[in-house]
T-cell receptor
Framework: ETGVTQTPRHLVMGMTNKKSLKCEQH?????MYWYKQSAKKPLELMFV???????ENNSVPSRFSPECPNSSHLFLHLHTLQPEDSALYLC??????????????????FGEGSRLTVL | ELKVEQNPLFLSMQEGKNYTIYCNYS?????LYWYRQDPGKSLESLFV???NGAVKQEGRLMASLDTKARLSTLHITAAVHDLSATYFC????????????WGAGTKLIIKP
């Protein structure tokens, strides 16, 4: 396996369900990210983990709960979601977290996303 | 306040033509990224532009950065169908602790 892999690729859930999205990176990177991509909107950063510690949480509702057990794996636990949470959820990794002062760094490597539909 | 604005948001063009996608930003930034996304696929990094006047080229795509004008362009030369995708620019926002601010994307359709 190479790059960043996400599972499942598609998920349909009811508003009362609990599910999880999984992300795995095989690049040896130190930082991992969850992004939300909705139609006709810019990418929204949800969470950032650097060396397994959460470093950013951009006012995301508590019905989204991230977990980073090690630097290669990232989860997004979902419960009691709303229909407006339907979107493509993208996982990404980068070599380091800080965008400042890194040569060509800051470049993000994305997974193919998990398409979530909340009924 | 829209910090990163792409123009146009949708573009349909014929193969063989040239066109330019614009990325304007309103914040202070020292680097700009261009990404490509095919339908149902991940975002793929195309270019990282690090300084004023930077120009990078890959095949039929050429990106440039003017930090004084706060403008980047992605120029497509003699377009081919395989370049159909959505293109995103993103800037490193120095006014907000180096957050990465994304444009809404330009959906490019190239017709044979």
């Amino acid at each position: 396996e190479t790059g960043v892999t996400q599972t499942p690729r598609h998920l349909v859930m009811g508003m009362t369900n609990k599910k999880s999205l999984k992300c795995e990176q095989h690049l040896g990177h130190n930082a991992m990210y969850w992004y939300k991509q909705s139609a006709k909107k810019p990418l929204e950063l949800m969470f950032v983990y650097s060396l397994e510690e959460r470093v950013e949480n951009n006012s995301v509702p508590s019905r989204f709960s991230p977990e980073c057990p090690n630097s290669s794996h990232l989860f997004l636990h979902l419960h009691t979601l709303q229909p407006e949470d339907s979107a493509l959820y993208l996982c990404a990794s980068s070599q380091v977290y800080s965008l400042a002062g890194v040569g060509r760094g800051g470049e993000l490597f994305f997974g193919e996303g998990s398409r979530l539909t909340v009924l | 306040e829209l910090k990163v604005e792409q123009n146009p948001l949708f573009l349909s063009m014929q193969e063989g033509k040239n066109y330019t996608i614009y990325c304007n930003y309103s914040t202070t930034s020292d680097r700009l990224y261009w990404y490509r996304q095919d339908p149902g696929k991940s975002l793929e990094s195309l270019f990282v532009l690090l300084s004023n006047g930077a120009v990078k080229q890959e095949g039929r795509l050429m990106a440039s950065l003017d930090t004084k004008a706060r403008l980047s362009t992605l120029h497509i030369t003699a377009a081919v169908h395989d370049l159909s995708a959505t293109y995103f620019c993103a800037v490193n926002d120095m006014d907000s602790n180096y957050q990465l601010i994304w444009g809404a994307g330009t959906k490019l359709i190239i017709k044979p």
